[in-house]
């Protein structure tokens, strides 16, 4: 089985910073996409970025210019760096990892922005 451990979370005032990590273990055999999604309470789950096998990357609107994916393969680890944190980035954020296998979810880390 492939899991997921998520790290990272916390509470961080509006312009601030805070990184997540998100390390898969398990049988793994090749990953191919990695992302963090995330879902503020009473709304829907939400992407918020994505990144290839081969270091492509894509950014929701709403995060462009703040927020960084990167991916070390070599530790089936993705990391997102937030900067510049607003309060409507407050939400529970999970990480996804894509396989051959199927689909893995992380358990999710708590990211609260307020004053």
């Known amino acids: 089985q492939v899991q997921l451990v998520e790290s990272g979370g916390g509470l961080v005032q509006p312009g601030g910073s805070l990184r997540l990590s998100c390390a898969a273990s398990g049988s793994i055999f090749s990953i191919y996409r990695m992302g963090w999604y995330r879902q503020a309470p009473g709304k829907q789950r939400e992407l918020v970025s994505t990144?290839?096998?081969?270091?492509?990357?894509n950014y929701a609107d709403s995060v462009k210019g703040r927020f960084t994916i990167w991916r070390d393969n070599a530790k089936n680890t993705v990391y997102l760096q937030m900067n510049m944190l607003k309060l409507e980035d407050t939400a529970v954020y999970y990480c996804?990892?894509?396989?051959?296998?199927?689909?893995?979810w992380g358990q999710g880390t708590q990211v609260t922005v307020s004053s």
């Open positions: 996804n990892v894509e396989f051959p296998q199927g689909t893995v």
């Open positions: 990144i290839s096998r081969g270091g492509i990357t």
